[in-house]
């Protein structure tokens, strides 16, 4: 039987509309409708060749990024789990290939993720992934809490930016020599550059705010004594509080006022 050219001109345009749309939607993301929230959330996440250490480049990969670091909370450590198959192909000094891989995967969390802030671990999985098939996420992401004690304090890098968290009702730094010893770096590192700081306090909502205000303040001017003593100029250095206005976490928990108590220095090059 012979087809009509109409039928098969019909049918191929078909295709063609469906594999447009598919790409464009499903693969590039870049369309404005409904993507299924198991492909959304996995558009733009790296992938690896058989055998590969490093992952092939990808058009979204900052977008995913941005979702990735988005779910973790402040201070809290990133988890990256290279994947790797006992029968792909590589030698290495620096370990095997899920190590290497979630190596490379935490070089490309930089800037907004400090490597301290991170932490590789591998795993060997078994699946039917061939050196014949395609590039596949060969990696997993998860996200470690950070707990501290009521009495404690901590510092927390991410990309332009520090923040100290404060014990309770804590005004000073309370000669912290974690806290002295940072800072005298920052200061090292920003003394012969144009550098501006930006210093603002932060409290929970425990007490009036307007007292909180002048507490914060009290603990952003603390930091900035500290920047002044080691060499940087009061000009260079903005101090202000947000009181309670700007909370990071639940105050209705006490590790989540925890991590309002802070002060945040962000630095302007």
Not at 163 to 171: D, I, V
Not at 205 to 221: C, F, I, Q, W
Request: net charge neutral.
């Amino acid at each position: 039987m012979k087809i009509p050219w109409w039928l098969v001109l019909l049918v191929f345009a078909g295709f063609s509309y469906w594999s447009v749309n598919y790409w464009h939607c499903y693969k590039c993301g870049c369309c404005n409708g409904a993507i299924p929230p198991e492909i959304a959330q996995n558009i733009g996440a790296p992938l690896f060749n058989w055998s590969a250490a490093q992952p092939n480049p990808d058009s979204n990969f900052l977008a995913w990024k941005k979702r990735l670091l988005s779910k973790g909370g402040q201070g809290d450590t990133l988890l990256i789990t290279g994947l790797y198959r006992t029968a792909e192909a590589f030698t290495s000094k620096d370990g095997n290939l899920g190590l290497v891989r979630a190596a490379a995967l935490r070089a490309m969390m930089a800037p907004e993720m400090p490597e301290n802030r991170i932490r590789l671990l591998a795993k060997a999985v078994s699946d039917d992934w061939s050196a014949s098939g395609d590039p596949r996420q060969s990696a997993t992401f998860d996200w470690s809490k950070m707990n501290l004690k009521k009495e404690a304090g901590a510092i927390i890098e991410s990309d332009n930016m520090v923040t100290f968290l404060f014990p309770f009702n804590s005004t000073e730094k309370d000669q912290d020599p974690a806290v002295d010893a940072y800072l005298k770096k920052m200061v090292e590192q920003h003394k012969a550059l144009t550098t501006t700081f930006e210093i603002s306090g932060h409290t929970d909502d425990v007490g009036e705010p307007a007292e909180n205000v002048k507490l914060g303040l009290g603990r952003a001017n603390s930091i900035a004594k500290m920047l002044i003593a080691n060499g940087i100029n009061a000009a260079r250095i903005k101090v202000d509080s947000k009181g309670e206005a700007e909370p990071v976490a639940d105050n209705t928990t006490e590790d989540g006022r925890h991590q309002n108590r802070r002060v945040t220095i962000k630095t302007n090059k």
